[in-house]
């Protein structure tokens, strides 16, 4: 078990740029530690870039970090050295079938802990020393134990493949390129690594990119899914006591109903009961017909009230007294009627109100809309008619081209005083407000513009950021440079990175809340894409940085 120890320990006290052990070990601020000369010459080497990072974790540093040496460290890696130096081997420091054996031991072979790419060879630690201790082999290139040494190899001379063929795209060695490879384009491997790097390093720059913006779009999807949450816990909370309220307001009806046929029902009664002392003589079919109307007057069944009551209604002639005339009772027949039409028109009223319900809460959004469309061909569906509203435009920009062209001028134009004008940027906005799915593009020369939507009531009087396109929460801004973009919105910026393009498109989904710019090339490349919510509607605009430049909204097929 001791050596299993010392063999943790090796790795965990060896220099990852020439992975021996550390030598005048020191820690730069990152944490990582190294040879104080190994990380010296790659430090001096990055002087030439003017930019310091650590080769492990690639974080920069600036200034170039002061090295100091760690004393800790250095008493550690001696002692190390000492204990791994006298260790036994233990059985499970021999080599088995999946590992790589030293290239040196013989009998049963130890593990290997590094392979050297000069030397074409893998060692144990005890083999592995003279790497460490003898000059001339400390510049050889120890890297971790590999199976595929071979590999570097020519196959046909039986040497060190050290230089690379561009014109094959290979690994050769000095004798292929005075045999099959002469007259080809060749560089030393190391050459081609250093070339290779550098786009290696381009390449992550530009994932790392991605996945900054897909962090970003992460964000936006997890905002989204509190808001749809948020959204649905309001509306049932508030559907709930509006409905409530509704059934509050028929069981009230309900009750001023029965209420108000019982204060009849009680009041016609009682007439009926004072003629009844008078008619004495024909008390007895009184008390029967009473008594039928009574039991058919509580009957629940309306069909089998309805059907009932024609045999019921009719009384024989008074004989006793002609002046008091016995009517078909039909009081409360017409409450019920009505009670029943009024039941019919709120069904009718509620079936049609549910249906629109339904189909209101199957519309919402609750996913984000798609991108929109990828392709040039796609996007001009969406393609719309822009024009410049003059009564907006500063007075240097003289508008063209029936209001489609904005040039910066010197001279103060002939525009009439107008509280929507720009009075101090050189900007000017559409005379369209855009909704839904809209695309249009922008074709712009000169120094640098501004290409932006903004809502209708942004700031237009006065020197005032408020009034800058994309400085404020009322506007979205791609400016445009020769040599770069930027994105602009509520004073916060972003470099984008993209093929220069003098003409720019722009879509934008009102609805799902997406604005994207396109670099107009070959093919068309996404700029830039915002994904939020708009509360208005927008109008697109530019500002014109410097006197000569133009923006034009081109007429689209």
Not at 172 to 182: N, T
Not at 360 to 370: C, F, I, M, Q, Y
Not at 426 to 450: A, K
Request: proline content about 4%; overall charge neutral; some cysteine.
């Amino acid at each position: 078990m001791a050596q299993k120890g010392v063999q943790l320990d090796r790795e965990t006290f060896s220099c990852s740029i020439c992975l021996g052990y550390l030598k005048d070990p020191v820690t730069i601020p990152c944490g990582h530690s190294y040879c104080m000369n190994c990380i010296k010459i790659h430090f001096d080497e990055e002087d030439k870039k003017g930019i310091h990072r650590c080769p492990q974790c690639r974080k920069t540093f600036i200034p170039r970090p002061v090295l100091e040496k760690n004393i800790l460290l250095a008493v550690l890696v001696e002692q190390l050295k000492k204990t791994g130096l006298q260790a036994s081997p233990a059985d499970h420091c021999f080599a088995g079938p999946e590992d790589v054996a030293c290239d040196v031991c013989t009998g049963r072979k130890l593990k290997a802990i590094k392979s050297c790419l000069v030397c074409c060879a893998s060692y144990c630690e005890k083999h592995l020393q003279p790497h460490y201790d003898a000059a001339p082999l400390k510049k050889h290139k120890l890297v971790a134990p590999s199976k595929k040494l071979q590999e570097n190899i020519c196959s046909r001379h039986d040497e060190v493949m050290k230089i690379f063929c561009r014109t094959d795209q290979q690994s050769i060695c000095y004798l292929c390129l005075m045999d099959e490879h002469q007259g080809h384009e060749t560089v030393p491997a190391a050459a081609e690594r250093t070339e290779k790097q550098k786009e290696l390093e381009v390449r992550r720059l530009n994932i790392q990119q991605r996945i900054q913006d897909r962090e970003k779009d992460g964000k936006l999807l997890q905002q989204e899914v509190e808001a749809i949450n948020g959204s649905a816990d309001k509306a049932v909370e508030d559907s709930e006591k509006i409905l409530t309220e509704l059934i509050r307001l028929i069981q009230k009806g309900s009750s001023d109903v029965k209420q108000q046929v019982r204060s009849q029902q009680e009041t016609e009664v009682s007439r009926v009961k004072e003629l009844q002392e008078k008619l004495e003589q024909e008390i007895a079919e009184l008390k029967r017909k009473d008594a039928e109307l009574e039991q058919l007057s509580h009957t629940e069944d309306h069909n089998q009230f309805l059907h009932n009551y024609p045999s019921l209604s009719a009384l024989s002639e008074s004989t006793h007294s002609s002046s008091i005339n016995i009517r078909p009772l039909r009081y409360f027949e017409d409450v019920t009627a009505a009670v029943s039409e009024t039941r019919d028109k709120l069904q009718d009223i509620l079936r049609e109100e549910w249906t629109n319900i339904s189909l209101t809460v199957t519309e919402v959004d609750v996913l984000l809309s798609p991108p929109g469309p990828k392709t040039r061909a796609g996007l001009l569906k969406y393609s719309c008619k822009i024009t410049l509203d003059p009564n907006t435009a500063h007075r240097h920009l003289l508008l063209s081209e029936g209001n489609r062209k904005a040039i910066r001028k010197t001279q103060t134009q002939s525009h009439s005083g107008h509280p929507d004008r720009f009075t101090h940027w050189c900007q000017v906005l559409s005379r369209e407000s855009l909704t839904g799915r809209c695309y249009w593009e922008v074709e712009w020369r000169g120094e640098g513009i501004h290409i932006a939507v903004a809502y209708k009531d942004i700031s237009r009087a006065g020197n005032s950021d408020e009034c800058v396109f994309g400085h404020n929460d009322k506007s979205w801004s791609l400016r445009c440079d020769a040599n770069s973009y930027i994105f602009w919105h509520n004073k916060v910026y972003s470099n984008i990175y993209g093929p220069r393009s003098s003409r720019v498109g722009v879509y934008l989904d009102h609805r799902a809340g997406i604005l994207s710019f396109y670099s107009v090339s070959e093919p068309m490349t996404l700029l830039h894409r915002v994904q939020t919510t708009f509360t208005q509607s927008l109008y697109a605009g530019v500002y014109l940085l410097d006197p000569g430049v133009s923006a034009e909204f081109i007429k689209l097929k």
